[in-house]
């Protein structure tokens, strides 16, 4: 009898039977891969591990060329409004895509009173959500919308230069919270981004 139990050769494991008991197909495979790997000697049975993994990665590219091509021929902007399929950047634009990707988030948010929602900050977030609703509109239609003030204005029946100077009271204010939040982090060695240095070292400090 022989001090160690002789392992099946390379050539007698050439296919992956099938699982036994509850064991998943895949998980199954992988093991008897693994198995393959480890008993391969020869510089012939280590090419016979290459075609394996080629073939694996074939059958994985080809599942993800179908996923992709699954749905069917026609483009998906096919009868889209014309504003969804624009080379010109646009918010409705931006929405259109996040629909399509099955990322409603922003979609579901997307109106002046959740206008903190949209922001992943949890302090600059507070600060939006404490914001006068009048702010909140304003805010809205101008930084997301891209209205112009003149356009803004017009909406609402205001001059623009009355929404100018609330756009920018209510901008200088946000400003100064968010810099005091910044200064704070920064004193207590707390992680910031390279925006949020940048705006501490830069914009607060020319407004100072």
Do not use: C
Not at 99 to 104: C, E, N, S, V, Y
Not at 107 to 126: G, K, N, Q, R, Y
Not at 186 to 192: G, Q, T, V, Y
């Amino acid at each position: 009898m022989p001090k160690y139990a002789e392992l099946p050769s390379f050539r007698e494991q050439n296919y992956i039977t099938e699982a036994d008991g509850d064991m998943l197909h895949r998980e199954a495979r992988a093991l008897a891969l693994r198995r393959i790997e480890e008993s391969a000697r020869t510089e012939d049975d280590f090419q016979k591990v290459i075609e394996w993994w080629d073939r694996l990665d074939g059958n994985r590219e080809r599942r993800e060329r179908d996923h992709e091509t699954g749905r069917s021929n026609v483009p998906l902007e096919w009868g889209a409004e014309e504003l969804y399929v624009s080379d010109r950047p646009s918010y409705d634009m931006v929405l259109k895509r996040l629909l399509l990707a099955g990322d409603f988030l922003d979609l579901i948010f997307d109106s002046p009173e959740t206008i903190h929602e949209l922001v992943t900050d949890a302090d600059l977030s507070m600060i939006l959500k404490e914001l006068k609703p009048h702010l909140k509109n304003m805010l809205y239609y101008l930084f997301l919308r891209d209205y112009s003030a003149a356009e803004y204005a017009e909406s609402i029946g205001q001059s623009d230069r009355n929404i100018r100077g609330i756009r920018e009271t209510a901008l200088k204010r946000i400003r100064k919270l968010y810099g005091g939040i910044l200064a704070y982090r920064k004193e207590n060695n707390l992680p910031m981004t390279l925006d949020e240095k940048y705006f501490l070292d830069n914009v607060m400090r020319k407004k100072t």
